[in-house]
């Protein structure tokens, strides 16, 4: 332990959030033609960058589905649109073989998704994604993990217009924000163990949304260490049958 304590705040954060793990796309069955985790890119007005898209197993065009669009943490930062999968959400989806009833938006950038050139990538690949899937409009979440958490409060405060509920997970606070997630389903999590990113702003962030007047927020803290609450939440399963009923309320 006292070697890790020799690690800078971001060192630490690629030590523990992801380094060396393995393809979720490898560890799916066989899959019917175009679904799955499918590389691709976008080419929007931030530029050609590659993201993944994962497509349910019993995907159908003629059918709407809810999507999920999904910030890495530091860890998986890059640039070849696969990395972003193998932490969190991929994971999950692999365990499930593939049986997932969204839609999921992987993009991928560098450390920070709060910056202009971050927030026009994530909305160039969720613009791709729904010229290639059937997505429903109206059931659209935002989630992400660590540095992807705080993008997801920032974010979500930007596009109400998109998104129809946000899933902060072991997140940095970002309390300027507050004032534009009065209004927005939110379900935070976070460790009360998390030596990466300290719970306190997890917690700030949930009790000034509250105090500004949004009842529809949730908050799990997990009695545990570490820095993955996203592992304990995914084999609860309950946060995936939450956002399937959520609804964007800003048309």
Request: hydrophobic share 35%; charged share 20%.
């Amino acid at each position: 332990m006292i070697r890790f304590l020799r690690y800078s705040p971001v060192g630490l954060l690629f030590l523990v959030v992801g380094c060396f793990n393995a393809n979720p796309a490898d560890k799916l069955g066989s899959m019917p033609p175009d679904t799955g985790f499918i590389l691709r890119d976008s080419n929007g007005q931030a530029g050609k960058h590659k993201y993944t898209v994962f497509v349910p197993r019993d995907y159908s065009s003629s059918k709407k589905y809810p999507a999920i669009v999904f910030l890495h943490g530091i860890g998986e930062s890059g640039s070849d649109g696969k990395k972003c999968t193998t932490v969190g959400l991929g994971p999950a989806i692999a365990k499930r073989n593939g049986e997932f009833p969204f839609i999921v938006v992987f993009p991928q950038t560098g450390f920070d998704w709060t910056s202009s050139t971050s927030e026009q990538i994530m909305l160039d690949a969720l613009a791709d994604a729904k010229k290639f899937c059937s997505i429903d409009d109206d059931r659209i979440s935002l989630t992400g993990m660590s540095s992807g958490g705080k993008g997801t409060w920032v974010l979500g405060a930007r596009h109400p217009e998109i998104f129809s509920a946000l899933v902060p997970m072991g997140g940095f606070s970002a309390t300027e924000e507050v004032p534009r997630l009065k209004n927005y389903p939110i379900w935070a999590l976070h460790n009360s163990g998390d030596f990466v990113v300290p719970v306190s702003g997890t917690r700030d962030m949930v009790t000034q949304i509250k105090a500004a007047g949004n009842t529809n927020i949730r908050y799990d803290e997990f009695d545990q260490g570490g820095h993955d609450c996203w592992d304990t939440a995914y084999a609860k399963g309950d946060l995936f049958t939450w956002l399937q009923t959520q609804r964007k309320t800003i048309k």
